[in-house]
């Protein structure tokens, strides 16, 4: 057995890394010559016996797969998705219906197919000008409207719109730039902003046959001349009515979208009608310690993925109808509000809180900040734990005043003792 990761970033990072401690043979490929550095930081070498980098010839790169005994190719991160699935129906091997491929990585691709198969989604436009975009919200009735690059992630050029000088505006700033993956973005996608509380559902299909690791329900802060900004996240127990519901409802999703043997990780809004599908990535989710969260939560969607790919009868064990966590977790990603340079001492500060269990930065010190607007700009996040929720509160609190008295670029904090015992 030899498992194929394709951009082993972020989550895929913690795949590799699991798959190396059960003894599993890992290659690595690059889907592109580079990539941005958000993604690039977690990559470890030493959890891969060969690293293959960037063959642009599929066929060339087929066949040294094929000469490595590769049973699986995976898709690390977002960004290779699509190499991991072409691959895979090069080699004949398990992965996702080729039909839907497009589907799962253009938004508005994606929107329709769910929405063929009888599920709510958005009501959607896609915008080739700026000009169309505002038009197209001006005569919709929509009080609001979201506007983003077609494929991307991360929250990456999100902007939320009232007016269609906004909307013009927003489609403008994305048909100018590039997204996370560095392509141009030819077209925006310009939605209705959706109304209730936004999860995130994390779950792994082996044949066909789809389980829940996680549902996490999102906490996020809309900041003026930005886009969502990520405050933190809390997960939410299986046996819970809205579990159930959107337990359901994604997995229609996920069938909508052909996805048979991969993570996913899915943005969903409960809305007073139902569940409303946001998207759909055919990948791990991003952003998390799996060993924090199985210690809290009792299964990760990391520890799930590589029980598919390893041992599928763990997999089949496993009930994802019964799982719960214990005590209060909360996954608080951090927000700087200063431009400057990072000081290593936010982290230590950070980590020092009484319910803090483990804190990931996603910049060294001495790193340009800019003020944090989505999650490309975010100097990472901690997990907070204990028994008492009010804890949890009160070291979550402390965190947001020192961060706005300039804890990430070397604002003096408050000191520890001070949040109360």
């Known amino acids: 057995m030899t498992i194929a990761i394709v951009d082993g970033y972020s989550t895929g990072a913690a795949l590799a890394a699991r798959l190396h401690r059960l003894g599993v043979p890992c290659t690595h490929i690059l ?85 063929a198969a009888g599920l709510a989604t958005p009501r959607t436009y896609l915008a ?4 169309t975009a505002a038009q197209w919200f001006a005569t919709s009735g929509l009080a609001e409207a979201v506007v983003k690059p077609l494929a991307s992630a991360g929250s990456d050029g999100v902007r939320f719109c009232r007016t269609p000088a906004d909307v013009h505006n927003a489609t403008r700033t994305v048909l100018d730039t590039r997204n996370i993956f560095g392509q141009p973005n030819t077209t925006a996608l310009v939605q209705e902003r959706l109304v209730g509380t936004e999860y995130y559902i994390n779950t792994v299909t082996l ?7 996680e549902t996490w329900r999102y906490t996020k802060q809309i900041r003026p001349g930005a886009g969502p900004v990520y405050d933190y996240e809390e997960p939410v127990p299986a046996y819970t009515t809205e579990a159930r519901l959107l337990r359901a409802y994604t997995f229609a999703v996920l069938d909508a979208l052909g996805i048979r043997n991969s993570p996913a990780h899915t943005e969903v809004m409960l809305t007073a009608t139902g569940p409303v ?6 990948r791990l989710g991003g952003a998390t310690s799996p060993a924090v969260v199985e210690q809290h939560c009792g299964m990760s969607q990391t520890a799930l993925a590589a029980a598919a790919l390893a041992t599928p009868k763990d997999f089949d064990d496993f009930d994802d109808r019964h799982l719960t966590w214990t005590g209060t977790l909360r996954n608080v990603e951090f927000i700087n509000h200063r431009a400057g340079h990072a000081d290593r001492a936010a982290m230590i500060q950070a980590a ?31 997990y907070l734990a204990a028994e008492s929720k009010a804890r949890v509160e009160r070291d979550y609190l402390t965190l947001r005043q020192w961060e706005r008295d300039g804890l990430h670029t070397g604002g003096l904090p408050i000191p520890v003792g001070s949040a109360g015992p």
Request: proline letters at 8%.
């Open 207 to 213: 044949g066909g046959r789809h389980k829940v690791a």
């Open 352 to 382: 020092a809180l009484p319910s803090a269990v483990e804190v990931c930065p996603a910049v060294d010190h001495g790193d340009l900040l800019r003020p944090t607007t989505d999650l490309l700009s975010t100097p990472g996040y901690l």
């Open 128 to 131: 080739a000008s700026p000009a």
């Open 277 to 282: 599908l946001i998207e759909t990535g055919a």
């Open 31 to 115: 889907s592109q010559p580079d990539n941005h550095d958000f993604l690039r930081r977690a990559f470890d070498p030493d959890h891969y016996t060969r690293d293959h980098g960037f063959v642009p010839d599929l066929g060339n790169l087929a066949d040294l797969l094929r000469h490595d005994g590769t049973t699986h190719v995976v898709g690390g991160s977002e960004s290779g998705v699509t190499t991991a699935e072409a691959l895979s129906h090069a080699l004949d091997l398990p992965t996702n219906t080729p039909e839907q491929s497009a589907a799962r990585r253009d938004k508005n691709l994606m929107a329709a197919a769910v929405r």
